[in-house]
T-cell receptor
Framework: AQSVTQLDSHVSVSEGTPVLLRCNYS??????LFWYVQHPNKGLQLLLK??????LVKGINGFEAEFKKSETSFHLTKPSAHMSDAAEYFC????????????FGQGTELSVKP | EAQVTQNPRYLITVTGKKLTVTCSQN?????MSWYRQDPGLGLRQIYY???????DKGDVPEGYKVSRKEKRNFPLILESPSPNQTSLYFC?????????????FGDGTRLSIL
């Protein structure tokens, strides 16, 4: 079975400071992991993906995530937050034998203060 | 422009009145899926389709039906809606179910069942 836990339901940072959104996963297989972002009244946009290649994954808008198998973690980071980063972020796990089903974490709402 | 289009975006209706939420993609994707998003639960899969005339249940299929008569369309049908189906719904599509084929999401449909 697969599951995802996002450790913070809400994170607040100041503009220009680093962002850290935490995600732990559980999987019986070598997983594929994604981070999606959801802006208000919009669909989900893929930020980045890990599919067993490099463990440090770079995504769009300056975000990156590191796959740590020993810690079963896939935390999302960004060196400097921008106001436009305020949104909800979802960590997602899947495996090719899951028939395309994505397992979502509960989401982390990121607030960015001026 | 490549996109997944859902209609309507918003709907308020009453218990028992049949409704259909349409989903259309213009990317010739084989895989399509419906999710519902509820606070604190992330997104959960309702139904999915691997290709035309091939559909299967996700994690929360009760009270929903789908069909896949054409590759581009994957409507979600609520035959007799109930208040517990009040939610935000997303349609998604991808070329297949491989790890390197992340899903593209529509902008969502917010349903309120009174």
């Amino acid at each position: 079975a697969q599951s995802v836990t996002q450790l913070d339901s809400h994170v607040s940072v100041s503009e220009g400071t680093p962002v850290l959104l935490r995600c732990n996963y559980s999987s019986s297989y070598s997983p594929s992991l994604f981070w999606y972002v959801q802006h208000p009244n919009k669909g989900l946009q893929l930020l980045l993906k890990y599919t067993s290649a490099a463990t440090l994954v770079k995504g769009i808008n300056g975000f990156e995530a590191e796959f740590k198998k020993s810690e079963t973690s896939f935390h999302l980071t960004k060196p400097s937050a921008h106001m436009s980063d305020a949104a909800e972020y979802f960590c997602v796990v899947t495996h090719y034998n899951q028939g395309g089903k994505l397992i979502f974490g509960q989401g982390t709402e990121l607030s960015v203060k001026p | 422009e490549a996109q997944v289009t859902q209609n309507p975006r918003y709907l308020i209706t009453v218990t028992g009145k049949k409704l259909t939420v349409t989903c259309s993609q213009n990317m010739n994707h084989e895989y399509m899926s419906w999710y519902r998003q509820d606070p604190g639960l992330g997104l959960r899969q309702i139904y999915y389709s691997m290709n035309v005339e091939v559909t299967d249940k996700g994690d929360v299929p009760e009270g929903y039906k789908v069909s896949r008569k054409e590759k581009r369309n994957f409507p979600l049908i609520l035959e007799s809606p109930s208040p517990n189906q009040t939610s935000l719904y997303f349609c998604a599509s991808s070329p297949g179910t491989g790890d390197n084929q992340p899903q593209h999401f529509g902008d969502g449909t917010r349903l309120s069942i009174l």
